[in-house]
Structure formats: structure tokens, C-alpha cells
């Protein structure tokens, strides 16, 4: 499973009001692992940045006046994002301004839901703390993610601090992966392959322990399996 966790800056709040996208971040996770992989871009935006928005991101007219427009990346944005599912705090504002600049390319530029599938962590945060403040920053407190470095909004730090965010919302394993066919796992998908700087973010410590059922437990599995497919359905046996 390929996921892009991905944040945006932007010039203002709308893009019908013709405000555009000045920084992208996106952070790849396969197998819900960071790979290292990410697309980052700050653009040229042609229009002057509110005030309110420099506030949030602190990102000048003045810096901008040399990067590269939307138009220039459009091609290895999509190329990076393409086929996988995109992980969006408030989803709704960062795919509008998305398709907004896909718009004004043309047509045959599509939608992003027509490049992607969209997951949105507030609304899922929503569901699990109904009543509280779902905020990346609340979020960042609840699940003792280490924030300190955000002292302004960054598209590409916003998108990593998310990754972890999302990883500790859906179960809390930031960096185990129980697929026994990736390189470097035993049969068992162990937490001995684990590497060592990844080990912290999981929570381990000390060698992976590794506990094998015996024959009982075996034979019990089977004498279930078996009263499954007695009553006609055991898709475990499929």
C-alpha cells in the first residue's frame, strides 16, 4: 500500500478569490513505513501573498520571486502522487486548491481524485475524539508527537509531523512492518528487521522477540478451522 502524506501553503484561504499554492510537501509511506521519499516545492505564484497568510507560514512575496511556477512541477507532482492514496489534514481545502491549479492547465489535467484516492485525518480524528479540538496541532499533544520544531506552518514539516500523527492514529505502529515477503524480513515479520534509528519510533528496545505457537495451540487453530468449514465458509482455507 502506497500512501502520500501530503500539506500545502497557500497564498490566501480561496481559490475561487484567485489564490494560489505556494509551498507543496508530500512524504511517502509504503507498507505504513516512511520511505525517505518526498516531493517538495515552493512556487511562484504571481499574485502578492495576504498578509493574514505570510502570518501562518511566514513565506515572502520576496522568496517566492524566483521559484518555478505550478505549471513548471504539475507533471512530477502528478507523477509523484499517482496511484496512491493521499493522507490530507482537511482534506477538502488542500484537494480544492489542487484542483484549482490543475484547472487553469486545462482539462486534460483532470482532478486529483482522478489521479488518487483521498483519506482526510481530521475528519477520521473527528470520529475518534468527538468533542475535542482536532487540530494538527491538538492532535501533535494527544498523541505526544514532537512538534517544537513548528514554530511557523511548513508544507513539507506539516506533511512529515502528519505521517506521525496518522501512523499513531491507525494503531500506533509507527515503523513495523508485519509483511514477511519485504527484503530483510524473516518469515515470521519479526521486530529484529527492524532498523535501529526506527526501533525508538516503534516503542522496542532490546532484540525482537519472536513467540511461535505450539503443537496444541496449533491443533487447536485447525479443530477451528475445521468447525468453520464444516458450517461452509472459512475464507481462511481459500
Not at 102 to 124: A, F, I, K, S, Y
Not at 155 to 183: F, H, N, R
Not at 212 to 227: F, G, I, S, V
Amino acid at each position: 500500500m502506497r500512501q502520500i502524506v501530503l500539506d500545502t501553503e497557500t497564498t490566501g484561504l480561496v481559490p475561487a478569490e484567485g489564490h494560489r499554492i505556494i509551498e507543496i510537501g508530500c512524504v511517502e509511506l509504503i507498507e505504513r513505513r516512511p520511505t525517505r521519499r518526498h516531493f517538495h516545492q515552493y512556487l511562484q505564484p504571481d499574485r502578492e501573498i495576504d498578509a493574514g497568510a505570510i502570518e501562518v507560514h511566514g513565506i515572502s512575496n520576496e522568496f517566492l520571486a524566483d521559484k518555478p511556477r505550478f505549471a513548471d512541477v504539475a507533471g512530477d507532482f502528478l507523477d509523484f502522487i499517482r496511484g496512491a492514496e493521499l493522507v490530507i489534514h482537511n482534506a477538502p481545502f488542500d484537494v480544492g486548491f489542487i484542483d484549482h491549479e490543475l484547472g487553469l492547465l486545462g482539462p486534460q489535467w483532470g482532478r486529483v481524485d482522478e489521479h488518487c484516492t483521498v483519506l482526510d485525518t481530521l475528519l477520521m480524528a473527528r470520529r475518534m475524539y468527538p468533542g475535542q479540538r482536532n487540530s494538527l496541532d491538538a492532535l501533535c499533544k494527544r498523541l505526544e508527537v514532537d512538534s517544537s520544531r513548528r514554530t511557523l506552518h511548513g508544507a513539507l514539516l506539516d506533511a512529515e509531523i502528519l505521517a506521525d500523527v496518522y501512523l499513531l492514529m491507525t494503531g500506533g505502529q509507527t515503523a513495523l512492518s508485519l509483511d514477511a515477503g519485504a527484503p530483510g524480513a524473516d518469515a515470521a515479520g519479526g521486530a529484529d528487521d527492524i532498523p535501529g534509528e526506527l526501533r525508538g519510533a516503534a516503542g522496542l528496545s532490546g532484540p525482537g522477540i519472536v513467540i511461535r505457537a505450539d503443537a496444541d495451540e496449533c491443533a487447536a487453530h485447525e479443530a477451528w478451522l475445521q468447525r468453520l468449514a464444516d458450517g461452509g465458509k472459512c475464507l481462511w482455507r481459500q
